[in-house]
């Protein structure tokens, strides 16, 4: 809204002016709409505070909002604007949050048309929704050790982000503008480590989170009537102080040496970009985005490799972008729209041998993407019109020595789309789109790991993955606006797609997708309106595999099997809201939502195992997560600007994801969620507003 403020000013100054009065006076409508303007370019400000109470300690319902424990919150939101009138300066102090672990502060000055600068303060506080009940000291430091007194441990990180920046406008053509961001993110996080010879179970860790990241941009830019450039350059630098952890085994093991594990390392990256777009006449204009970008990682290994004379990663990816665009009304009838786009990604980090087992190279994540699109809109009268466009996308891929999947050097996908947009009355306005895409590549490339991987009944190679496999879709979309009488309208949104995979003897198979989306709003009154929504979604995917006994000797014997999959995700979302008037002085509202996800997987035997002890189960348990809000406010005016308000808010999740519940495969550790969590949370609060 402030931006408005300042866009409307020029507007309005015309408005003004004396000669632009006399017109409008004779018009009451224009009067009107100049009176509007007039207001939005007068400095308003507004003010909310006062205190809530949340009645419980959370861990879910708490993870972002910055109310995890139970008691009193500042609440304080606040947007005080001021104008110069003589020099045209503003000045604009806005706060989000500010009693909360979730707070916002801005702090800006500027000139309209002349320059500007600001600084702004923010902050997020994360916490892990899962409890740890675990005998591991020193967590928070980069020494810890098994065997400690066992207690209950939570887990969070705080986040916090100061930003400075400035522009100038040179002449009515040239600007530019400066910032600097430092962010800091302290904590601690869940983490873990292999299992020793002597020790067969994995080890619980906690990564001790001291990470400073800094970034600076800087942009120019040109703007003619025909012409629009901003080029400009960012910096990211990323800094972890903390270079290793020592985990102590010996409360395990006496004669275990201790494990060591590294933090994220030390990393930069620099882009330089310039995007623009040319109006080549009325009724044709171009666009471009291009962009090279160079990130880098050699911070030193805390510890000599055995494998390669490496003292670090010596990590180099250079990637280049180039995005270009057209959009032309070649008639009344006829619009045209083309897009081009290219990504590089070359990664030139030097590939050495770093472990003896399988994969004992890094991999490289060389690939380009080439991607081209064309749209046609045909209007064949008033309130109809036809749709047509083509895709076409290819990946190539660099030399990856992965023996754990099959893979393609290229993937080629092809897009054709059809529909058609029109009124069908005066109150009904419906939109169809279908279309049909096919992914093919080059041939199927076996692994380094075995010889004749792709004739072999079992293999490393025989199962392909999502991104590789060959693939046919067909989708369908289908909008609706209907509005059925002066008081009621409904929006219906739905799409369905369905895919056929092919390409090797295992891998995905089928899969589909489906959604629907209603949404209405009724005017019961002048004073009071009703809204709600409903909306469905479901996703499903077969698929096969091949599993074994024992990769390191490739003995299949007793154990070899192929298997299949099916999961099934759907999700309900529900609500419904109303608000109005109760009096010139009373407000009222009231807002409830419900929303339940679940996530299905079965699985039966293709080729059962010779032994049926490695036969797979039926299906695993459901996992499902229900989330139920409700929401209430009034508002009460003391007069036209002041008044006071009343919130509540009750929350209520229900989670059974069995995956992460009592979860003991830690050594000294195990893991639990709550599986219900609810929260009442009530705030009052003093508003003053439109000063």
Same mark, same amino acid.
């Given at each position: 809204?402030?931006?408005?403020?300042?866009?409307?000013?020029?507007?309005?100054?015309?408005?003004?002016?004396?000669?632009?009065?006399?017109?409008?006076?004779?018009?009451?409508?224009?009067?009107?709409?100049?009176?509007?303007?007039?207001?939005?370019?007068?400095?308003?400000?507004?003010?909310?505070?006062?205190?809530?109470?949340?009645?419980?300690?959370?861990?879910?319902?708490?993870?972002?909002?910055?109310?995890?424990?139970?008691?009193?919150?500042?609440?304080?939101?606040?947007?005080?604007?001021?104008?110069?009138?003589?020099?045209?300066?503003?000045?604009?102090?806005?706060?989000?949050?500010?009693?909360?672990?979730?707070?916002?502060?801005?702090?800006?000055?500027?000139?309209?048309?002349? #320059?500007?600068?600001?600084?702004?303060?923010?902050?997020?506080?994360?916490?892990?929704?899962?409890?740890?009940?675990?005998?591991? &000291?020193?967590?928070?430091?980069?020494?810890? @050790?098994?065997?400690?007194?066992?207690? *209950?441990?939570?887990?969070? !990180?705080?986040?916090?982000?100061?930003?400075?920046?400035?522009?100038?406008?040179?002449?009515?053509?040239?600007?530019?503008?400066?910032?600097?961001?430092?962010?800091?993110?302290?904590?601690?996080?869940?983490?873990?480590?292999?299992?020793?010879?002597?020790?067969?179970?994995?080890?619980?860790?906690?990564?001790?989170?001291?990470?400073?990241?800094?970034?600076?941009?800087?942009?120019?830019?040109?703007?003619?009537?025909?012409?629009?450039?901003?080029?400009?350059?960012?910096?990211?630098?990323?800094? &972890?102080?903390?270079?290793?952890?020592?985990?102590?085994?010996?409360?395990?093991?006496?004669?275990?040496?201790?494990?060591?594990?590294?933090?994220?390392?030390?990393?930069?990256? !620099?882009?330089?970009?310039?995007?623009?777009?040319?109006?080549?006449?009325?009724?044709?204009?171009?666009?471009?985005?291009?962009?090279?970008?160079?990130?880098?990682?050699?911070?030193?290994?805390?510890?000599?490799?055995?494998?390669?004379?490496?003292?670090?990663?010596?990590?180099?990816?250079?990637?280049?972008?180039?995005?270009?665009?057209?959009?032309?009304?070649?008639?009344?009838?006829?619009?045209?729209?083309?897009?081009?786009?290219?990504?590089?990604?070359?990664?030139?980090?030097?590939?050495?041998?770093?472990?003896?087992?399988?994969?004992?190279?890094?991999?490289?994540?060389?690939?380009?993407?080439?991607?081209?699109?064309?749209?046609?809109?045909?209007?064949?009268?008033?309130?109809?019109?036809?749709?047509?466009?083509?895709?076409?996308?290819?990946?190539?891929?660099?030399?990856?020595?992965?023996?754990?999947?099959?893979?393609?050097?290229?993937?080629?996908?092809?897009?054709?789309?059809?529909?058609?947009?029109?009124?069908? &009355?005066?109150?009904?306005?419906?939109?169809?789109?279908?279309?049909? *895409?096919?992914?093919?590549?080059?041939?199927?490339?076996?692994?380094?790991?075995?010889?004749?991987?792709?004739?072999?009944?079992?293999?490393?190679?025989?199962?392909?993955?999502?991104?590789?496999?060959?693939?046919?879709?067909?989708?369908?979309?289908?909008?609706?606006?209907?509005? @059925?009488?002066?008081?009621?309208?409904?929006?219906?949104?739905?799409?369905?797609?369905?895919?056929?995979?092919?390409?090797?003897?295992?891998?995905?198979?089928?899969?589909?997708?489906?959604?629907?989306?209603?949404?209405?709003?009724?005017?019961?009154?002048?004073?009071?309106?009703?809204?709600? #929504?409903?909306?469905?979604?479901?996703?499903?995917?077969?698929?096969?595999?091949?599993? #074994?006994?024992?990769?390191?000797?490739?003995?299949? /014997?007793?154990?070899?099997?192929?298997? /299949?999959?099916? &999961?099934?995700?759907?999700?309900?979302?529900?609500?419904?809201?109303?608000?109005?008037?109760?009096?010139?002085?009373?407000?009222?509202?009231?807002?409830?939502?419900?929303?339940?996800?679940?996530?299905?997987?079965?699985?039966?035997?293709?080729?059962?195992?010779?032994?049926?002890?490695?036969?797979?189960?039926?299906?695993?348990?459901?996992?499902?997560?229900?989330?139920?809000?409700?929401?209430?406010?009034?508002?009460?005016?003391?007069?036209? !600007?002041?008044?006071?308000?009343?919130?509540?808010?009750?929350?209520?999740?229900?989670?059974?994801? #069995?995956?992460?519940?009592?979860?003991?495969?830690?050594?000294?550790?195990?893991?639990? !969620?709550?599986?219900?969590?609810?929260?009442?949370?009530?705030?009052?609060?003093?508003?003053?507003?439109?000063?």
């Amino acid at each position: 809204m402030t931006m408005f403020k300042y866009a409307m000013l020029p507007l309005s100054a015309m408005l003004l002016s004396p000669l632009s009065t006399v017109v409008l006076a004779a018009d009451e409508e224009e009067y009107d709409e100049m009176e509007e303007v007039r207001l939005l370019s007068t400095p308003s400000s507004s003010l909310s505070a006062g205190l809530g109470y949340s009645g419980d300690d959370l861990t879910m319902l708490g993870r972002y909002n910055g109310r995890s424990d139970q008691g009193a919150y500042l609440l304080l939101d606040f947007d005080l604007n001021q104008r110069d009138d003589e020099t045209g300066t503003w000045t604009l102090v806005s706060g989000r949050n500010v009693g909360l672990s979730s707070r916002n502060l801005r702090y800006e000055r500027n000139r309209q048309g002349d #320059w500007r600068y600001f600084i702004e303060v923010d902050q997020l506080d994360t916490i892990d929704p899962y409890l740890y009940q675990t005998d591991l &000291s020193g967590i928070g430091s980069s020494q810890q @050790a098994t065997g400690g007194a066992n207690r *209950s441990v939570q887990l969070s !990180q705080e986040r916090k982000n100061v930003k400075i920046g400035m522009g100038k406008h040179f002449t009515k053509k040239l600007d530019f503008s400066l910032s600097y961001r430092h962010e800091s993110k302290e904590g601690e996080r869940n983490w873990g480590q292999g299992t020793l010879s002597s020790i067969d179970q994995t080890f619980f860790m906690v990564e001790p989170i001291d990470y400073r990241t800094q970034e600076v941009e800087a942009k120019l830019y040109y703007t003619t009537e025909a012409l629009q450039l901003q080029g400009g350059y960012q910096l990211s630098l990323f800094d &972890s102080p903390t270079e290793v952890v020592t985990l102590d085994v010996s409360s395990l093991a006496a004669n275990a040496a201790p494990r060591k594990t590294a933090t994220p390392p030390d990393n930069q990256s !620099q882009n330089l970009y310039l995007n623009g777009g040319y109006q080549l006449s009325a009724l044709t204009r171009a666009t471009f985005k291009l962009s090279y970008q160079q990130d880098r990682q050699d911070e030193a290994f805390y510890l000599s490799n055995p494998f390669n004379a490496r003292a670090n990663l010596g990590g180099k990816i250079d990637t280049t972008r180039i995005n270009l665009g057209l959009s032309s009304r070649l008639s009344p009838q006829l619009t045209l729209k083309a897009k081009l786009r290219y990504d590089e990604r070359d990664d030139k980090t030097p590939k050495v041998r770093y472990i003896t087992t399988f994969g004992q190279f890094n991999q490289l994540e060389t690939r380009t993407t080439s991607h081209g699109l064309l749209d046609a809109t045909y209007r064949v009268k008033p309130g109809f019109s036809l749709l047509a466009g083509i895709d076409y996308k290819t990946l190539k891929r660099g030399d990856v020595d992965d023996a754990n999947m099959a893979r393609r050097e290229t993937t080629d996908e092809t897009t054709l789309r059809i529909g058609g947009r029109k009124n069908l &009355s005066d109150s009904l306005k419906g939109t169809v789109k279908l279309s049909h *895409s096919e992914r093919d590549g080059s041939a199927w490339l076996p692994g380094s790991g075995v010889a004749d991987t792709l004739t072999a009944p079992v293999s490393f190679d025989y199962v392909n993955s999502i991104q590789f496999a060959d693939r046919n879709r067909d989708q369908l979309r289908l909008t609706l606006d209907w509005y @059925a009488t002066e008081q009621l309208s409904l929006q219906l949104v739905t799409e369905a797609s369905q895919d056929k995979y092919s390409g090797l003897p295992l891998g995905p198979r089928d899969g589909s997708s489906m959604m629907v989306s209603i949404d209405a709003a009724y005017q019961l009154s002048d004073e009071w309106s009703l809204s709600g #929504w409903v909306s469905t979604n479901q996703l499903k995917l077969d698929s096969s595999t091949h599993s #074994w006994l024992d990769l390191g000797t490739l003995n299949f /014997a007793g154990s070899e099997q192929s298997w /299949a999959g099916k &999961s099934k995700d759907t999700g309900l979302a529900l609500g419904l809201g109303v608000k109005g008037e109760l009096t010139d002085e009373i407000k009222l509202g009231a807002k409830l939502q419900y929303s339940d996800d679940k996530s299905q997987f079965d699985m039966a035997s293709l080729v059962a195992p010779s032994d049926p002890q490695f036969a797979p189960n039926l299906s695993l348990p459901t996992i499902e997560y229900k989330l139920t809000q409700l929401t209430l406010f009034g508002e009460y005016a003391l007069d036209e !600007q002041k008044g006071l308000r009343v919130d509540y808010r009750y929350e209520q999740i229900k989670n059974n994801d #069995w995956s992460w519940n009592n979860h003991t495969d830690y050594a000294g550790t195990s893991v639990t !969620q709550l599986g219900q969590e609810s929260n009442h949370f009530i705030g009052v609060s003093y508003f003053y507003r439109g000063w």
